[in-house]
C-alpha cells in the first residue's frame, strides 16, 4: 500500500514549490520540469496547468495532483477512460478487475469465480468426451486491444506466472517495450500480487481512487511519464 508523505511544519509558504513533475523521455533521461506550487493541479491537454497538447491519450482535464493541509500528497484521476498509472516499485496486489499496463501491453486481472474454475465433463450417450486435463485457474488476463475489447484471454493457474519479451509463462515477442522477463503474477491461495522483475520501463498499475505519492514515484497517464520530487521540509 502506498505511503503517504508528509511534510513538516513549518508550512511551505504560499507560491513556493512543493514538489516538481519532471517529464521522463522514452530513453529514460530527465525532460521538462513542472514546479508543482499549488495544493491542486491539473494534468491534461490544452488549458490544464501542465499541459501536453499532442497527446491524444489525454483528456483535457486527466488527472490532479493534491497536496492536502497536512501535507499528504495525492494524485488523482479525473479522466475515466484511460485513467491514471502508477509505476509498481514494490509488491502491488491485485483486486478483481485491476488493470496493469507491461510493456506496452494492458492486461486486466480477473478473478474466477468458484463455479468457472470446476470443469464438468461433456457426456454423451453415456460416453465421456476425451480433451485436456482439467486444471482450476485462479484468474484470467485479458489483453485490451484499442478498440476497447478483449484479445488472447489467458487462464492463471500455477503460483507465480512470468510475463517477458523472450521468456516467461505468457511472452509477447513483438513488444519492444517489455524485458526479456518483465513481471511476475503471484498466488499465494488467497492474494494475488504483481512485481516488476527489474524491467527496463518499469510494470504500472492502474489507481483506483485518490493515491498517496511519495518522493521519486513514477506515475503514467497518456503518453507520458512523470516522476514526482517533493521537498522535504
Given at each position: 500500500m502506498p505511503v503517504a508523505v508528509r511534510i513538516s511544519t513549518p508550512a511551505i509558504a504560499a507560491g513556493a514549490a512543493w514538489g516538481t513533475a519532471v517529464l521522463v523521455n522514452r530513453d529514460?533521461?530527465?525532460?521538462?520540469?513542472?514546479?508543482l506550487t499549488s495544493n491542486?493541479?491539473?494534468i491534461g491537454r490544452a488549458g490544464a496547468d501542465i499541459a501536453f497538447d499532442e497527446d491524444r491519450f489525454l483528456a483535457k482535464q486527466h488527472a490532479r495532483f493534491e497536496r492536502t493541509s497536512d501535507g499528504v500528497v495525492r494524485i488523482h484521476a479525473i479522466d475515466t477512460l484511460n485513467g491514471v498509472f502508477k509505476k509498481a516499485d514494490a509488491p502491488v496486489e491485485l483486486a478483481d478487475g485491476s488493470t496493469m499496463l507491461v510493456g506496452r501491453e494492458v492486461l486486466v486481472f480477473e478473478r474466477l469465480s468458484p463455479e468457472e474454475k470446476t470443469v464438468h465433463p461433456l457426456v454423451r450417450h453415456g460416453v465421456s468426451l476425451f480433451g485436456s486435463p482439467p486444471r482450476e485457474p485462479f484468474a484470467r488476463l485479458h489483453q485490451i486491444v484499442p478498440s476497447g475489447g478483449y484479445r488472447d484471454v489467458r487462464h492463471l493457474i500455477t503460483d507465480e506466472t512470468v510475463?517477458?519479451?523472450e521468456e516467461g509463462d505468457i511472452v509477447f515477442r513483438d513488444d519492444a517495450f517489455m524485458s526479456r522477463r518483465h513481471a511476475a503474477i503471484t498466488w499465494d491461495g488467497k492474494t494475488?500480487?504483481?512485481?516488476?522483475?527489474?524491467?527496463?520501463?518499469?510494470t504500472?498499475?492502474?489507481?483506483?481512487?485518490?493515491?498517496?505519492?511519495?518522493?521519486g514515484d513514477h506515475v503514467r497517464m497518456g503518453d507520458q511519464l512523470l516522476r514526482v520530487e517533493l521537498v522535504a521540509r
Open positions: 529514460g533521461s530527465d525532460g521538462q520540469r513542472f514546479s491542486d493541479t491539473v510475463l517477458g519479451r494475488a500480487k504483481v512485481t516488476d522483475l527489474g524491467s527496463s520501463n518499469g504500472f498499475v492502474r489507481i483506483a481512487g485518490p493515491t498517496p505519492l511519495k518522493h
